[in-house]
């Protein structure tokens, strides 16, 4: 089993920053690739970035050149910076955990106020 905790939403201006953290625990080495993910009212669930235990990152092109993920496997931890927040990035954040199965966290809210 895998528990994951999101952390560091809020509310914030547009152009302003936040940094995300999301921490794994429990049965820690079976994770892989590890994913944020946004769910704002109206819209379907949407991939945001994706780290692999390697480092490999993927972003979607909405937010790219704006967020930065990283990974830090000794602390099971993954990071989204987002800078130059946009009120079209108000969502709650999800962080998602991959192994033989998936592992979800119960989201943040970030709120961006134009």
């Known amino acids: 089993q895998v528990r994951i905790v999101e952390s560091g939403g809020g509310l914030v201006h547009a152009g302003g920053s936040l940094r995300l953290s999301c921490v794994a625990s429990?049965?820690?080495?079976?994770?892989?690739?590890m994913e944020w993910y946004r769910h704002a009212p109206g819209n379907q669930r949407e991939l945001v970035a994706g780290?692999?235990?390697?480092?490999?990152?993927n972003y979607a092109d909405s937010v790219k050149g704006r967020f930065t993920v990283s990974r830090d496997n000794a602390k099971n931890t993954i990071y989204q910076q987002m800078n130059s927040l946009k009120p079209e990035d108000t969502a709650v954040y999800f962080c998602?955990?991959?192994?033989?199965?998936?592992?979800w966290g119960q989201g943040t809210q970030v709120t961006v106020s134009s």
């Open positions: 780290i692999s235990r390697g480092g490999r990152i």
């Open positions: 998602r955990a991959q192994t033989w199965t998936d592992y």
């Open positions: 429990g049965s820690t080495f079976s994770i892989g690739h």
